[in-house]
């Protein structure tokens, strides 16, 4: 088994970040979050408050190497997600290896609920997709259809393999999943994630949040291995490969 990396993240240049970010395999699903020490995925209701800079170095890392951000309609609508923007320095990472200045956005909403007014689709650098049932409201994907392509895969709960296997069609292999907890159990419950990565904050938020991964209970556990850890003012950063 390889060996596990220990690093300091302000050792560690965005070059060497992006090499500890490697995919494993040119079709890749993975999956980030950040969670309190005690497992909450929220605090108020949102991410942010367990966020930090050394969290948020990660996260811009991810963004920047992925052809496709995956996110869920409650996560979309909750963190207010506006057009995917990347700093000049990150679109210029991704010009030099032939990658379009920013990833295309896919929204995930089992009903096809999303505004198609919503700055996310009307001032997107690149057609979003929105993921949704095959039966969802026909009026509803008819008015998405005018500013995105929509997937429309699975009866009564979004057919998550179909899905995955759409965005591959369309070239986009490198799946960068950032919530909501619904959508991150279906993937797991689906055996679809290749990697999970966690940063994991320094605070204790007791009961209530929801976890990284909600919705029924899964058949199996997944094995996952760890392909390193990165500390940085009392957050570690948990990178999880499949098994
Ligand atoms: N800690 C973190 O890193 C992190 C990351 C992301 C999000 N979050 C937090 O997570 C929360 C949002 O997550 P979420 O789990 O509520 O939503 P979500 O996973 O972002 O989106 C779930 C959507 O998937 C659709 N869906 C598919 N199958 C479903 C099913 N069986 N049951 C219900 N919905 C299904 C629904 O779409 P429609 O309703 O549109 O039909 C639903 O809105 C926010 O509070 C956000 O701040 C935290």
């Known amino acids: 088994?390889?060996?596990?990396?220990?690093?300091?993240?302000?050792e560690l240049s965005d070059a060497e970040l992006h090499r500890m970010y490697e995919p494993v395999e040119a079709d890749w699903l993975r999956v980030n979050f950040v969670s309190s020490a005690d497992g909450a995925a929220t605090l108020d209701g949102l991410s942010g408050p367990l966020s930090g800079e050394a969290d948020k170095r990660v996260f811009k890392v991810l963004r920047t190497r992925c052809d496709v951000l995956l996110a869920g309609s409650g996560t979309v609508l909750a963190e207010g997600y506006g057009p995917l923007e990347l700093s000049a320095e990150r679109v210029a990472w991704r010009a030099e290896r032939g990658l379009p200045d920013v990833p295309v956005m896919a929204v995930v909403s089992r009903s096809a609920r999303l505004d198609p007014n919503a700055p996310l689709f009307t001032r997107a650098k690149r057609r979003p997709i929105v993921i949704c049932t095959a039966d969802a409201a026909v009026e509803q994907m008819a008015d998405l259809r005018e500013v995105a392509d929509v997937i429309a895969v699975g009866t009564g709960a979004v057919d998550y393999r179909a899905a995955v296997t759409a965005l591959r069609e369309r070239g986009l292999k490198q799946i960068l999943c950032e919530g909501g907890p619904t959508l991150f159990g279906s993937l797991v419950a689906d055996d679809l994630v290749d990697e999970f990565d966690l940063t994991v904050a320094p605070l204790l938020v007791?009961?209530?949040?929801i976890r990284t991964a909600e919705g029924p209970t899964s058949e199996a556990a997944r094995r996952m291995r760890l392909g390193h850890v990165i500390e940085a003012g009392g957050n570690l950063m948990l990178r999880y490969l499949r098994g």
């Open 206 to 209: 007791g009961g209530g949040p």
């Open 1 to 10: 088994m390889p060996d596990v990396q220990y690093r300091r993240l302000d």
